[in-house]
């Protein structure tokens, strides 16, 4: 039986993936092979799978002189040096298209969260408080004004949703895009000043670092409310929690974080935010999809075919 090629995994990958390269593949962890070079064995990898998150920097490519292919489960490339991986003849391959959907459905449960309180009218029946007094009121969703930072496929999904719900829809990014059929508002500000609620579904990376900061904050208004699907980095996070803690917004909901993990605690008080642990695109299908692409572009280049 002939060996089996090998595949280096640089990342926490979640199950379905292992399982199924696992089935083809001998799996190799980065710190095994860290191991291998150490006792002067040729590591040999063309092949090497992380996470957004995760990423591949330029050390980790000079450490694989080998490497032709990085398997990239999830839709950043930020943490993907692609000018390294380009120099040095490394195909990339992720997983944008089968996030849309699921990430465009999170964003919408953000909103109605956040805004109708789900979470927190959740606790409030949890603790027992239900039999001593009444929530206060919500807010009222219909017919609001959304503002959508970053018009790509899962902010076009979130605009295809949003105007079913009867929202007002304008966006903002880094050009207009004529054939969207929504309006464009060239500045952050402007568009924050008219939403009542910002949906921000924009790539991470220098670009969009911070973009969203305290003056964008206060001109969203007490308010106004702030969706986050994007990346941790398009929000200066320092700024929102004073914006939440000082009742500056209404609200917050957060699927991504500036260091996650490692979430800053002082999140975890807040009433007026809705936390989730960059969720958006776990869902069973998409997961499967992710999995199914990468397998087939890795069975594709160790058939000798692009990838």
Known sequence: ???????????????????????RYDLVELDSAAAARSENSTNGF???VTTSIGGADAALMAALPGLRLIACNGTGLERIDMAEAERRGIAVRHTPDVVTEDTADFAIALIY?????????????RAGHWRERRMTPSRRLHGKALGIVGLGKIGAAVARRAAGLELALRYTGPREKPDSGVAFEPDLGALAAWADILVLS???GPDTENMVDAAVLRRLGPDGLLINVARGSVVDEAALLAALESDAIAGAGLDVFADEPDVDPRFFALENAVLAPHYAAVTRETREAMA????????????????
């Open 202 to 204: 924009c790539p991470g």
């Open 292 to 307: 199914s692409l990468l397998d087939g572009a890795i069975g594709r280049y160790f058939a000798g075919k692009a990838p």
């Open 46 to 48: 063309e092949v090497a």
């Open 1 to 23: 039986m002939a060996d089996r090629s090998k595949v280096l995994v640089v990342a926490q990958i979640p199950p379905e993936l292992r399982a199924r390269l696992g089935e």
């Open 113 to 125: 969260a956040v805004g109708r309180r789900l979470a927190e009218a959740d606790r409030f029946v």
